[in-house]
């Protein structure tokens, strides 16, 4: 009997979902890519200069093999979870896993146990199992899409583009000054960066003015006291 394996049905068909690839948005291309590595890794596996994977490759046809097809409700193989890749039919890491782990069982359901299919079977699983472990899925999924911007001359959209006033600025107080007069990056009101290059220049040039102007200001400062006393 074989080991069911995670999210399969009574029946140890993989729950794909029920919606065809078609009628679904396509995945990213950074999840299509993952799962292509995830079984290349199973197809190039070798083990003392032997190739483990390619027996799994595809599977043999009911003609040559009746006894299987009859023994295994389900048969998969690599070509057809390679194919499935392709369509899009996987959604995620663990839809692809499902059938994987699903082409491994069917394997050390028909083979005896301790020869070189089921043996192979077990080690390629693993293989899998630790590429997948070391893929960063929240990388996979693709970020959302901005939400369209709001029409002219609503609220949500009378953001100033502008720099900011010199006149509201002064050098003890600016957010792109260091103490030694180093410029850091520029924002916005709001936290926006600013774009324009021309813009970011002379905003630029202004805070050193003021910058300079603040550190002569303070020199008199210094110099009128040290006058008085």
């Known amino acids: 009997m074989a ?4 999210g399969q049905s009574s029946t140890g068909k993989a729950s794909l979902s029920a919606n065809s ?3 679904l948005p396509p995945i990213s291309a950074e999840l299509s890519k ?3 590595g995830l079984m290349d890794l199973i197809v190039d596996y070798e083990d003392d200069d032997h190739n483990l994977g390619g027996i799994f490759y595809q599977l043999p046809s009911r003609n040559k093999l009746k006894d299987y097809y009859l023994a295994i409700k389900n048969p998969i193989d690599i070509k057809k979870i390679k194919e499935r890749i392709v369509s899009g039919k996987y959604r995620n890491l663990d839809q692809l896993q499902e059938d994987v782990v699903l082409m491994f069982n069917n394997a050390r359901e028909y083979n ?26 929240e990388d996979l999924v693709p970020s959302p899409r901005p939400s369209p911007r709001a029409g002219k001359g609503t609220a949500s959209s009378a953001v100033s583009t502008d ?11 600016s957010p792109c000054l260091t103490p030694g007069g180093s410029v850091q990056p520029l924002k916005k009101r709001r936290g926006r960066p600013l774009k324009n290059p021309l813009k970011i220049k002379a905003y630029q040039e202004e805070q050193m003015r003021l910058a300079a102007e603040a550190a002569k200001a303070a020199e008199r400062d210094a110099a009128d006291a040290n006058s008085d006393t």
Do not use: C, H, W
Not at 3 to 6: I, M, T, Y
Not at 131 to 136: E, L, T
């Open 3 to 6: 080991v069911s394996s995670p």
């Open 21 to 23: 690839p078609s009628s």
């Open 34 to 36: 993952a799962m292509s």
């Open 112 to 137: 005896i146990e301790g020869s070189p299919v089921y043996n192979d079977s077990l080690t390629l699983q693993d293989v899998f199992m630790k590429g997948r472990a070391k893929i960063n899925e």
């Open 163 to 173: 720099a900011p006033s010199p006149a509201s600025n002064t050098a003890a107080s």
